[in-house]
């Protein structure tokens, strides 16, 4: 009925790039905030990026400011994650996260927590290593 998907994860080597898909049905993407997490193994859920409904704004964690960039194209209701100059430590299960946009009223100073977002994705695997 509602989903999100996420694609796109694999093994890449340190300093390639990837780029994640998150993929909705059953809802209208265009009234929801996005955020992108992960997990990394044995450690726990890290917030990475987030962007509101229109677009107009972004946030990153400061671990991949510079190297990932957060975009979206709500006629294909799809949200896009892509990771540059990727390291070793960027090796995680990313998920992506909808969150309703008169819930989620600013980015700012950093991504709303997880409990903010109301969907989530099984997520993808992405591991960097040589």
């Known amino acids: 009925q509602l989903q999100l998907v996420e694609s796109g994860g694999g093994l890449v080597q340190p300093g390639g790039s990837l780029r994640l898909s998150c993929a909705a049905s059953?809802?209208?993407?265009?009234?929801?905030?996005i955020g992108w997490f992960r997990q990394a193994p044995g450690k726990g859920r890290e917030g990475v990026s987030c962007i509101t409904s229109s677009g107009g704004s972004t946030n990153y964690a400061n671990s991949v400011k510079g190297r990932f960039t957060i975009s979206r194209d709500n006629a294909k209701n799809t949200v896009y994650l892509q990771m540059n100059s990727l390291k070793p430590e960027d090796t995680a299960i990313y998920y992506c996260?909808?969150?309703?946009?008169?819930?989620?009223?600013?980015?700012?100073?950093?991504?709303?927590?997880?409990?903010?977002?109301?969907?989530w994705g099984h997520g993808t695997q992405v591991t960097v290593s040589s």
């Open positions: 996260a909808a969150g309703s946009a008169r819930r989620i009223t600013t980015l700012q100073p950093m991504c709303p927590q997880a409990l903010t977002y109301e969907y």
């Open positions: 059953g809802l209208t993407l265009n009234y929801y905030a």
